[in-house]
């Protein structure tokens, strides 16, 4: 009795179809590419990508929700750890920037941060004399915790600090109000090209500098 010799997808048969699960781990391993390689979004969509992915997993399909994912990928926590020297004519090293994939805790941070100092070799006690930071809450009391084991001070950022200031100033309803007007009038002028003409009339005839208007 002869039998017919089973072809490799018909042995395969229904293994090899492309489950959810596989599906999802393809989708993240595609974005990967992405984001490690900074290829560009246009990839997915190329007969080669679309080939390999149904070689890889058949029945795969690419996700509409594409640039959503890759937006959440880029959107990940990083830890960067720099110094300035007061001693070398102030220069900058930058030591660490690494994903945090742990919980972003306080007491997380702390041990990134010792072991950023122990994997370079120096001493948050004897050689660091101030950590600059953001005013995040877990950062604030990493740093507490910082304080408290190795006696190093910690400095919230100027420039972060004035963000937040700015920031809270611009809910100000008066301010709001103000800033709505001059964004209707810098509106205005950038959608009417014989008002911008007048404008700059006007201001030759008073002899003022001719500024542009800007969008906020």
Not at 26 to 51: F, H, T, W
Not at 65 to 81: D, F, I, N, T
Not at 190 to 207: C, F, P, R
Request: aromatic content about 6%; overall charge positive; proline content about 4%.
């Amino acid at each position: 009795m002869r039998t017919k010799q089973r072809t490799l997808p018909s042995f395969l048969g229904k293994e090899t179809q492309c489950t959810p699960q596989k599906a999802a781990e393809l989708s993240k391993r595609i974005l990967r590419v992405i984001v490690k390689d900074m290829s560009p979004l246009s990839l997915i969509e190329g007969e080669a990508c679309i080939d390999m992915s149904e070689y890889a997993c058949p029945g795969f399909k690419c996700p509409s929700r594409w640039p959503k994912q890759l937006e959440k990928a880029y959107q990940q926590a990083y830890l960067g750890v720099t110094s300035t020297s007061t001693t070398t004519g102030r220069r900058s090293h930058s030591f660490l920037c690494k994903p945090l994939e742990d919980q972003h805790t306080a007491e997380n941070i702390a041990r990134w941060i010792e072991e950023v100092a122990e994997k370079f070799d120096f001493s948050l006690r004897d050689d660091v004399q101030a950590i600059v930071h953001d005013n995040a809450a877990n950062v604030v009391k990493a740093l507490t915790i910082l304080e408290e084991r190795h006696d190093v001070a910690s400095l919230r950022c100027a420039g972060h600090t004035t963000q937040l200031i700015v920031n809270h100033s611009l809910k100000d309803p008066q301010i709001n109000k103000a800033l709505g007007a001059a964004r209707s009038l810098v509106g205005y002028f950038h959608s009417n090209d014989v008002a911008t003409l007048k404008m700059k009339l006007k201001q030759e005839q008073m002899g003022t500098a001719q500024h542009k208007l800007t969008s906020m």
